[in-house]
């Protein structure tokens, strides 16, 4: 919701990045003040998840130009865990599965870890349990899952739930939730949406990252932006997303004068990219990448 005393949470201006020496992103203007819903939209290969990645800290992707500000602070200096404690959260498109680690355990020192960030009282494991117990309710969730691994062996929809339900632990100023419709049935996509409304407040903010317009339909943006050819083309507000639903996105393009050649070209070189980002990302945890 747009209200007129919010304060600005981000602001990118003119941010390029690259991944595997390729340039995806190619001046990226966006301000999120708090209490707004923001939806970029977009064709595969455009730069919605390296976007969100980017603001999350991804170690893969690299800053050539611009610069994102955080609360007027500049984000692009601190380290992801930084980020994370600062107030940015990021929903994965793909969440990790963590074997060995108990969901409960994982949770706990998440949410502690920002409880001693802010200078508040940790919860031990008992006060934790009841703590969390509420926050599943919201999301309908079996309070079995606290004690399995961190994803393992969790249906897609199960996943995402998983996803919105560290965001209600966490509690961030920022969300940015990468395809969070995306392997959800339906029924699943009513549930985590309604849970993400249920977070959604006058002093945080959302940044949705999707394909499809459906959404959109639970989750109601204030702005809707167009990313191709790693740049915001057009903004709107809810009815563009239906216009999109309704005639594709050539349109667009061709009204910013994006060639539709250059955009396969675009999303054919972010997609070797992005597999390129990955592998070099397991090397990395691996302790054996070079820079």
């Known amino acids: 919701m747009i209200f007129e005393d919010s304060n600005t949470l981000l602001e990118a201006r003119g941010l390029r990045a690259t991944v595997a020496g390729i340039e995806i992103l190619k001046g ?32 893969a992707y690299q800053v ?18 930084a980020r994370a404690r600062a107030g940015v959260f990021l929903g994965f498109q793909y969440p990790v599965e963590i074997p060995g680690v108990a969901n409960s355990q994982f949770l706990r020192l998440a ?8 200078g508040r009282d940790e919860l ?4 934790f349990d009841d703590f969390v117990r509420e926050k599943m309710k919201l999301l309908e969730m079996n309070p079995d899952f606290l004690d399995r691994s961190v994803n393992e062996g969790f249906s897609g929809g199960e996943k995402k739930r ?10 961030p100023k920022l969300a940015i939730l990468d395809e969070t419709d995306s392997g959800l049935d339906i029924d699943a996509l009513r549930v985590v949406a309604g849970g993400v409304n249920r977070l959604s407040g006058k002093d945080n903010a ?8 459906r959404l959109l ?8 932006h167009v990313m191709e050819g790693g740049r915001l083309i057009k903004t709107g507000g809810k009815d563009l997303a239906l216009e999109l639903e309704a005639r594709g996105y050539d349109w667009v ?3 910013a004068g994006v060639a539709p050649a250059a955009n396969g070209a675009a999303a054919a070189q972010a997609a070797n990219a992005t597999k390129a980002a990955k592998v070099k990302a397991a090397r990395v945890a691996k302790g054996g990448a070079s820079a």
């Open 28 to 59: 990226i203007d966006l301000v999120v003040k708090s209490g707004e819903v923001h939806a970029i939209m977009g064709p595969n290969g455009s730069g919605k998840s390296t976007f969100a990645k980017m603001l999350a800290g991804h170690p």
């Open 162 to 171: 998983n996803e919105i339900l560290q965001m209600a632990l966490l509690t």
């Open 124 to 127: 031990d494991p008992l006060e």
């Open 253 to 255: 393009s061709e009204e």
């Open 206 to 213: 959302i940044v949705l990252v999707t394909h499809y317009q």
């Open 217 to 224: 339909n639970y989750i109601e943006p204030d702005y809707v």
């Open 64 to 81: 050539t130009g611009g610069e994102v500000l955080f609360e007027g602070k500049n984000l692009l200096e601190l380290a992801p865990e």
């Open 111 to 118: 949410y502690n870890t920002l409880q001693s960030e802010r």
